[in-house]
């Protein structure tokens, strides 16, 4: 390989390097593969402030894209774009965007917007209809008990649980 192709490979290495996220494993539950903001996507691609808002389940688009900590979000529009920018910690989904109820029980399973529930001006999302249920048995205790185990196991992978 001649030198100025191995000064441009090093260069994309160092590119890529810096554009990894910057989390530990499984800190937040994203999608497989990366976006084209080169970071995987959170909350399914669902807009997280017209949930938050509006209570409604909007899908985002990758041309109103923001990334957050490593992890890209789609927003339905440009306004609800730069309402997340000016305060993520309002709209991001609790516990990494993992299951709430998974999460209080010391396990990482996939959230899904389609089963969600706002409490307290706060998102938790669930794996299924059959935990969303279960958590409204004891939403107060499931959300303790989730705050609880997050601080145990937010850097830890899931596979490892």
């Known amino acids: 390989m001649s030198f100025s192709k191995t ?54 688009a990758a041309n109103h894209t923001a990334v957050h900590d490593g992890v890209a979000y789609y927003f339905s529009s440009k306004e609800t774009m730069d309402t997340f920018t000016a305060d993520p910690a309002a709209y991001l989904p609790q516990n990494g965007g993992f299951c709430t109820f998974g999460v209080s029980v010391g396990k990482k399973f996939d959230g899904d917007p389609q089963y969600a529930a706002i409490v307290d001006d706060k998102l938790y999302l669930f794996l299924n209809e059959e935990i969303f249920r279960a958590f409204q ?11 609880e185990n997050w601080k145990k196991i937010r850097t830890t992978a899931a596979k490892d649980l």
């Open 7 to 60: 000064l441009i490979a090093a260069a994309l290495l160092g590119v890529a390097t810096l554009s990894s996220p910057g989390f530990a494993a499984d800190e937040y539950n994203t999608s497989n593969g990366l976006t084209a903001a080169g970071a995987p996507l959170g909350m399914h691609g669902v807009d997280p402030v017209a949930f938050v808002d509006l209570g409604n389940r909007i899908d985002g």
């Open 137 to 147: 048995k004891d939403e107060a205790g499931t959300i303790a008990k989730a705050e």
